[in-house]
């Protein structure tokens, strides 16, 4: 009895070491696949997307319209008493010559809300394509999440580096602990139940 019982644990303890290993390799790919710059940077799309959550996407998602490449920005995830030039203002833009360009999304609180909204602005707007602009370690999690919702949408990713990142992640606390978080959100946005809503 106490044999079989030991045979189980040593068993137990195996499968435990290696799914834990399996995690850690699974963080390293994670965290050294983070972009660092958008591969086609001139690339035109019908509309310009930006997840709110960070100080520097909406400056990057306007110098993106104010250059043309593409038709509208939205703006997800914005507090709900916030309106365009409140959000122009607090992000320190001056110069937002394309206004009539860019519309506010009042109804996500976090990513998945944020594909939801996307998802219903496009196709209110009859778009095809967009611009992805979130912060790098939250790209991979966003776009999951978008193309769920938008599967037949052409995406290009636009990462916004924070000051908070730094590619040695490894020898940064701070970057390795905002790294393992969105890991593990990463990881629970593949294996969650999927909602029609």
């Not at 052409?154 to 590619?167: D, W």
Request: glycine fraction near 6%.
């Amino acid at each position: 009895m106490i044999g079989r019982l030991l045979r189980r644990l040593r068993v137990l303890l195996a499968l435990g070491g290696m799914a834990g290993l399996a995690l850690a390799a699974g963080f390293v790919w994670f965290a050294e696949s983070i972009p660092w710059a958008s591969p086609d940077d001139d690339a035109r799309t019908d509309a310009i997307v930006v997840l709110t959550g960070g100080a520097d996407r909406i400056p990057v998602g306007v110098a993106l319209l104010a250059r043309g490449l593409a038709q509208k920005l939205f703006v997800s995830g914005v507090h709900p008493v916030v309106d365009l030039p409140t959000m122009l203002r607090d992000a320190v833009i001056e110069d937002a010559s394309r206004q009539d360009a860019i519309a506010l999304g009042h109804a996500a609180y976090n990513t998945r809300d944020n594909a939801v909204e996307t998802a219903q602005w496009m196709e209110r707007e009859g778009f095809r394509s967009l611009r992805l602009v979130t912060a790098n370690y939250h790209l991979w999690r966003a776009e999951l999440e978008l193309r769920r919702r938008m599967p037949h949408i052409q995406f290009i990713l636009h990462p916004v580096v924070p000051a908070q990142m730094k590619r040695d992640w490894w020898a940064w606390r701070g970057t390795t602990m905002l790294l393992a978080a969105e890991y593990v959100k990463y990881l629970w946005s593949i294996v969650r139940p999927r909602s029609s809503t």
